[in-house]
């Protein structure tokens, strides 16, 4: 009999793949692509996937693979291939893209980490202080370590509390080696066959209603017919038991009809995703004549990629549709991202209402076993199951597909489709389009104010190209005004003093426009791009600052739990009531966050209802989706948001956006910060005067005449495009060259910058001129480990996949101990010193 050796891809941060030996009973039912259990190490057990299968004998004792997971393969060929290439270009292992691929329910491993529970309401009212901040810490942090979460509030046993959290349904922990994901089954009650004839029911009536005591078997019976349609169809045994209808029925007479045979019960797999049906056909949206035109370009292009360059509110998502229903006439299936998990909530309906039940939804916020459902329908061979228009955010790239024909980008600019940590360190942008290259699809990437490196390529001939100029049905572009905060603080340091000026975050003609929006019962959405009360708090006699034990940053002040926290790791303390070094009582806070806005709001406008939509307030499950509906049914009347209410929300009464600070996203050390500023800017803006007469925009700022300013004011794309596009080349940066960030993490500082000095000497021998550093970061200790950096540049012309395997080399060389900075002193330990070090590669850094 034959043996077979298996190639199998594990979900760890490990280079290529392992192999191990296919017992004789598995030889007929072994695939490629399925999912094995397989022994790594001395105890752990991992699932992983099977990558080849051969009759190579290795040259070492291989183990057994224990067990086979799938029946049928879950992985496909040109899945493989996407995963692959992930790991090559962005310079990680196929590990780390398995493990960030594949559903939570797929990824099975004998480790104990925690995460919220799936069916944990979010309800905070009820929770203990420890218990309310493992929460705020999963809700950063969605999977962590025992030992991570114990570091992060500073509580060394942890087993007590999380115990007590496992018992309430608040978290879970995996910690043990089982298959997650089962099909989900309900009761269904049908007529049995003696029954399923007219004559047979009637004959049943008849002699039920000729007992008294068969009533309630009536009432059932009746309850049943209306809910079956006459016995056709089976229904489900909670609907028929559901007392909240109006038509409760005993559940006693429900066995006594199916003790006599009246009746038949059987489980049958339900789907955990909700169920709709489309209400309109594509064929009757009415394209304007420059939507048209833009759906005819993107339709005959001959390129692969197409730049739809359209205003806000422009109606894109029209242009889409009608891209998608083709796509979907042509018997292929249709893929549309999104940057942000709020978007796709208001997307979702616009879809579902054209396509209905074809359409599936995957992103983080849906639990483990909803999203491998979507996984399995996604490939189902039954072209009446299989979903064919997927939604979702960057993770949905990794779906399964099984003949993908078209990929959207929408808001393609967005920094949201740039996954940072763990590996890999992926744009999803420019991955969608590789994925589309992979099965001959097509790519539109959509945006108001598209990315310097997508304009790029499409004024150069590389990507189609359209725009869009006017806003759907003649709306008027917002009106966008500014307010000299300068002028504010002057103003009001002349009437009330110093300290009342450096307080104030509104100006009066912002308040004035807010108020006038409120008497005309319109909304208002006011964007600050930091969240929490205060940024810090500060001693006003010696300028202490409370600061984080594991993070070089300040601690940020939560007034919703009065405590200090940091948004690197999650440490937390009680606010003080005194200065520790000298003693004061003379605390101030400085700086404000959404937090802070909405809380001033509510006393500014008592009558108005204010809500807050970001990181900490979203953190309940489906708490985004309340949020905007409530918004989008006037229930709320003013928004403080972050950067997720900048992202293509469609509200149709809002007449006034306020950017509170807008400094703080121009005066950003980073040659994006200019275009990101009039990127987020111009997208707020867009949020106002969508579906009526013309909103307005007031942007706050210390510098009024500042050029990014100017160039929202005017919406002046193109002026902003070619200012940068010189600065970009000039100094060397996207899109004339690409970047690598590499980032090197040690707890030692001296190690770590030992280690960071002899790293840059190797490459810049290899690549002279084109490294830059190291250096220290803006935060220079994250979670305990000291950071520096890395930059290298190369000319967009260059091939660089040869320069990556040499940078991958020395850092291999590195942390084994092979390179070593010159010393007379021989070190035994030499080899193990920079072992621990950690080397992290960012392709294309944003």
């Known amino acids: ?172 922990m995996d910690e043990d080696l089982r298959q997650r994901f089962t099909p989900r089954t309900s009761t269904f009650i049908s007529l049995t066959p003696d029954y399923a004839s007219q004559e047979a029911l009637k004959n049943l009536f008849d002699s039920l209603e000729q007992k008294k005591s068969s009533s309630k078997q009536v009432d059932l019976l009746l309850k049943f017919m209306q809910l079956s349609q006459m016995g056709k169809q089976a229904v489900a045994r909670r609907q028929l038991l559901d007392t909240n209808d109006g038509h409760p029925v005993s559940e006693s007479a429900l066995k006594t009809l199916i003790r006599n045979r009246v009746l038949q019960q059987e489980e049958k797999v339900v789907s955990r995703l909700e169920q709709y049906e489309s209400a309109l056909s594509p064929d009757t949206i009415q394209l304007n004549p420059e939507q048209q035109a833009a759906f005819d370009y993107l339709t005959h292009c001959d390129k692969a990629v197409s730049l739809l360059h359209g205003v806000t509110s422009s109606g894109k998502t029209e242009v889409y549709i009608k891209l ?159 307010a000299d905060m300068r002028e504010e603080s002057n103003r009001i340091r002349r009437q009330m003093g110093v300290q009342a000026a450096n307080s104030t975050h509104f100006s009066k003609f912002l308040l004035d426009h807010i108020q006038q929006a409120l008497d005309n019962h319109e909304q208002v959405i006011l964007f600050q791009n930091r969240r929490g009360f205060s940024l810090r708090i500060e001693c006003d006699d010696c300028h202490w600052t409370p600061t984080c034990q594991h993070c070089d940053v300040s601690l940020v002040y939560h007034k919703a739990t009065n405590s200090m926290r940091c948004h690197y790791c999650g440490y937390s303390i009680p606010l003080p009531s005194e200065c520790p070094a000298c003693h004061s009582h003379h605390l101030s806070m400085k700086g404000f966050g959404t937090e802070r806005i909405e809380d001033d709001l509510s006393i500014l406008f008592p009558d108005a209802k204010v809500a807050r939509m970001d ?62 500023a009039f990127q987020q800017m111009t997208q707020v803006s867009g949020r106002a005067g969508r579906h009526g007469h013309q909103g307005k925009v007031i942007i706050q700022t210390y510098n009024p005449y500042h050029q990014a300013i100017r160039n929202v004011i005017d919406n002046d794309y193109q002026e902003m495009y070619h200012s940068q596009i010189i600065e970009r080349r000039v100094f060397r940066y996207p899109p004339f060259y690409r970047l690598i960030d590499i980032t090197l993490k040690h707890r030692d500082s001296d190690v770590l910058n030992e280690a960071a000095d002899l790293y840059a000497a190797q490459l810049r021998a290899v690549f002279a001129t084109r490294v830059i550093g190291p250096e220290y970061p803006n935060v220079a200790r994250i979670r305990g480990l000291y950071i520096k950096k890395i930059l290298l540049r190369f000319e967009r012309t260059e091939a660089i996949a040869e320069a990556k395997k040499i940078i991958l080399d020395i850092a291999d060389r590195l942390k084994s101990g092979q390179l070593q900075p010159n010393s007379p002193a021989i070190d035994p330990k030499a080899d193990k010193k920079y072992s621990s070090l950690q080397i992290h590669f960012d392709v294309d850094p944003q």
């Open 615 to 676: 990181l900490d307030s979203t953190a309940q499950k489906n708490r985004y989706i309340e949020i905007i509906n409530d918004f989008q049914d006037r229930r709320i009347d003013i928004l403080v948001g972050t950067q997720m209410v900048t992202k293509g929300l469609d509200f149709d009464n809002v007449s006034v956006v306020g950017i509170v600070s807008a400094d703080n996203l121009i005066y950003f050390p980073d040659f994006r910060a200019f275009e990101r």
């Open 324 to 482: 998608i229903n083709e796509t979907i006439r042509q018997g292929r299936q249709a893929l549309f991202l999104l940057p942000e998990i709020a978007l796709t909530a208001q997307t979702i309906n616009r879809l579902r209402k054209y396509f209905g039940d074809r359409v599936g939804v995957y992103h983080s916020r849906f639990s483990a076993s909803q999203r491998a459902e979507v996984w399995n329908r996604t490939m189902d061979p039954d072209e009446n199951r299989r979903f064919q228009v997927l939604l979702g955010a960057r993770s949905a790239l990794f779906l399964p597909f099984h003949d993908l024909g078209l990929v959207i980008v929408d808001e393609e600019h967005d920094s949201s489709f740039k996954q940072h940590d763990p590996a890999p360190r992926y744009q999803g942008r420019d991955a969608a389009i590789y994925l589309a290259h992979l099965w001959g699809a097509k790519t539109v990437l959509g945006s108001a104010t598209p990315s310097l490196e997508s304009y790029f390529n499409a004024q150069q001939g590389k990507y189609g190209f359209c725009e869009m100029k006017k806003r759907y049905g003649g709306i008027q572009l917002p009106e966008v005004l500014c």
């Open 1 to 172: 009999m034959v043996t077979y050796y298996a190639d199998v891809i594990l979900p760890l941060h490990i280079h290529g793949t392992y192999t191990y030996r296919v017992p004789q009973e598995y030889n007929d039912d072994i695939q490629v692509g399925q999912r094995v259990v397989v022994q790594f190490g001395p105890r752990k057990l991992y699932s992983a996937v099977v990558r080849r299968l051969h009759e190579e004998v290795p040259h070492y004792r291989v183990k057994y693979i224990l067990a086979i997971l799938d029946a049928k393969p879950i992985v496909s060929e040109s899945l493989f291939r996407f995963w692959e290439w992930i790991a090559d270009y962005y310079m990680c292992y196929v590990g780390d893209v398995m493990a960030i691929a594949l559903p939570t329910a797929f990824r099975l491993a004998s480790e104990s980490s925690v995460s919220i529970h799936p069916d944990f309401s979010g309800e905070l009212s009820d929770l203990t202080d420890q218990e309310l901040r493992v929460v705020q810490l999963l809700t950063d942090h969605p999977v962590m370590t025992v030992d991570d979460i114990s570091r992060a509030i500073g509580l060394q046993k942890m087993m007590p509390l999380l115990n007590t959290m496992i018992e309430r349904q608040i978290i879970v």
